[in-house]
């Protein structure tokens, strides 16, 4: 172990009451707000949607706390200060897919859907079929979210409780679950909200002051800290070029296309992401959201140049990767060298301070994820397949809640599995799956006319399996020092991310399902009906 990763676990033993205090703190004030949330939470509106009570700038700041997670925070950084470029790519696909959420999607899923996106596939189509799909989606493309949470949970809080041994982060993973289960069992959409924005603001405050602290070492001189991390990260000018990750081989190439159009179109079909639309009243407020987490997103993605390019001006590779492998915990070791060292009470307190917001920023994502699964199962699949449209409002809160502790269980157990993978590079799997099986049906029953069930249910069950099939079968899974698997060999697709070829496969057999069966609205009253309803609003909930 190197001698900085050392004495951060040295001090963080010296440190830990400081440590344990403030991670404390931030869970009991949001356990508190919770509670405080879910007294008011009287019906299914409140749960699934928090009363469409929220502002813009309050939903948009919501929508950034779920946004920005683990991936963006402690995968991005630690990308980027082994990859240098190629890691900061990330950063710029995470913020241009919203373009694809706020042009084509946000205003017209307010207007056309109650709680879930099963509500606006639906509409026009056959209803069983049709929402279980949806909420088979749904449910899976959270619980590969979720996997990049618990990985980042357990990396980071083993670091700071100077937990060693694959037995010690397993039981910081189930913890993070079950915390997360209580946020939403108890808190619902409010609940869950209210903790989302304070996140926000303590993850936008905590990255705004570690920037600030390392451009004050390079005297605010960008060339500087770049150069510096050049020179330090041992492979000179590559480190701030193109190909250094994505550019050694042909095939590296194309993986990095198919991380491209992942990262680009996954966000408008993430299930955590699309519910926080229907949190407004209108759909111009919905937009005025959008607006709202652009910039906010924005802003957190420029200065993770800080984060990434100065714990590589300031860390060496192999104190990063002996901390974690991926490179998870290269934040808030930064966060420790930039605040005087391991040996310094400064570098503690700001390894306590960031590690905790990092923990905050964990500890929101999964919660909202939850939700968006549990809602959909309780509201697509109990609600309108297993009891036909006949549950009361009672019955379907209670669903989800049953819900929310089983997805939450799923979640625990896998985390432990994938362990060793880069949360930025699972979150970018979560992406494609969403971009391969949920926008394509999205945007078809939006805006053809001639899109039925057959080509709905061919879009999802097609862009989903495929994804996951590819997944499984990829360098992911088994094969490679790195894989989830490790000690055995299955491999036979080469790109580590599916979209090349799952996303076009997603919008293909959902055309070639649609023209391949007979229309069900051949005088196109019912899609007129979704059209007036998703452009105005009319009839909207």
Known sequence: MSSLVQLAADDAGEHRTLII??????????????VWAGRRTKDATDFYAG???????????????????AASFLGIAGLIALSGYDGFLYSIGFLVAWLIALLLVAEPLRNSGRFTMGDVLAYRMRQRPVRTAAGVSTIVVSIFYLLAQMVGAGALVALLLGVSGDVGKNVIVAIVGIVMILYVTIGGMKGTTWVQMIKACLLIAGTLLITILVMAKYNFNISSLLGAAADNSGKGAAFLEPGLKYGVTTTSKID???????????????PH?????????????????VNWAIGIIGVFYLMTIALGFGAAALLTPKEITESDAAG??????????IGGGADSTGGATLLALISAVAFATILAVV???TLASSSSFAHDLYANVIRRGNATEKEEVRAARLAAVAIGAVAIVLGIFAGKL??????????????SANLP?????????RFNTRGSLWSIYGGLFSSVFLVFFSPVVSGEESSMFSGVDFQWFPLSNPGLISIPLGFLLGWLGTVLSAPEDPDGSKYAELEVRSLTGKGAH
């Open 21 to 34: 205090t403030l991670f404390s703190v931030f869970v009991a004030a949001t356990l508190g707000v919770t």
């Open 273 to 289: 992401i699309l519910v926080r639309f229907y949190t407004v009243p209108t759909a111009k407020v919905a937009r005025k959201s």
């Open 328 to 337: 998870n915990t290269a934040a808030p070791l930064l966060a420790q060298e």
């Open 367 to 369: 919660a909202g994820l």
């Open 422 to 435: 880069n949360v930025a590079f699972l979150v970018a799997l979560a992406f494609a799956v969403a971009a």
């Open 51 to 69: 009363g469409r009570s929220f502002t813009g700038f309050q939903n948009g700041l919501a929508i950034s706390g779920d946004y920005m997670s």
């Open 441 to 449: 049906t999205l945007l078809y029953s939006l805006f053809w006319k």
């Open 256 to 270: 990095f296309i198919s991380l491209g159009m992942a990262l680009v179109l996954g966000t408008a079909g993430l």
